[in-house]
């Protein structure tokens, strides 16, 4: 199975853009990435997700480049409460949501 | 609003007993699965469901059993459980088709003393 890696943790200020990069250079043809945020106390929610190029959403862009080996969600001007932790996965079929340890983001005021 | 809804939030068992955790969504999806979450180990997957009455192991069944007898309502049980169950467990609802997003519960904090 595909596997992603990813930073266990980041800070950043309010109101800077962050960028998480995920890893994941077994990615098979048909794979979609996908990203979830999870809160404490709560389940994870999706964001965002695509297949290749750019995708940009109300709440964040994922950038994949043309060897789809990485990707990366852009999560325009922070606030506190986005502090939360941040998973990237492939979709390798479906029902294989295969989740990492994701990255922790804490936003500092 | 899409609704999973997750029985319990805290639950505290014994070690031996018998759990049951009940999971029920309001969206007609047809695909539900259950998961665990443990610091350092993120979410991994003990079963899921494609339909009524069918399931399938995920990576970490061994301890856990399924049963979906009605569309909307995916149960997980412990068998008998033990110490090294205690997690958070999710429960996960989505359609049919490959790329549809997860709906998640707000999770059971299961305690196995």
């Known amino acids: 199975l595909a596997k992603t890696t990813q930073p266990i943790s980041m800070d950043s200020y309010e109101g800077q853009e962050v960028n998480i990069t995920c890893s994941h250079n077994?990615?098979?043809?048909?794979?979609?990435i996908t990203w979830y945020q999870q809160f404490p106390s709560q389940g994870p929610r999706f964001i965002i997700q695509g297949y290749k190029t750019k995708v940009t959403n109300e709440v964040a862009s994922l950038f994949i480049p043309a060897d789809r080996k990485s990707s990366t969600l852009s999560l325009p001007r922070v606030s506190l409460s986005d502090t939360a932790v941040y998973y990237c996965l492939l979709i390798s079929g479906t029902y294989k949501y295969i989740f990492g340890t994701g990255t922790r983001l804490k936003v500092l005021a | 609003d899409v609704k999973v809804t997750q029985s319990s939030r805290y639950l505290v068992k014994r070690t031996g007993e018998k759990v049951f955790l009940e999971c029920v969504q309001d969206?007609?999806?047809?695909?539900m699965f259950w998961y665990r979450q443990d610091p350092g180990l993120g979410l991994r997957l003990i079963y899921f469901s494609y339909d009524v009455k069918m399931k399938e192991k995920g990576d970490i069944p061994e301890g856990y059993s399924v049963s979906r007898e009605k569309k909307e309502r995916f149960s997980l049980i412990l068998e008998s459980a033990s110490t090294n169950q205690t997690s958070m467990y999710l429960c996960a609802s989505k359609m049919g088709t490959r790329t549809e997003k997860l709906f998640f519960g707000s999770g059971t904090q299961l305690s196995v003393l």
């Open positions: 077994n990615i098979a043809t048909n794979d979609y």
């Open positions: 969206m007609d999806h047809e695909n």
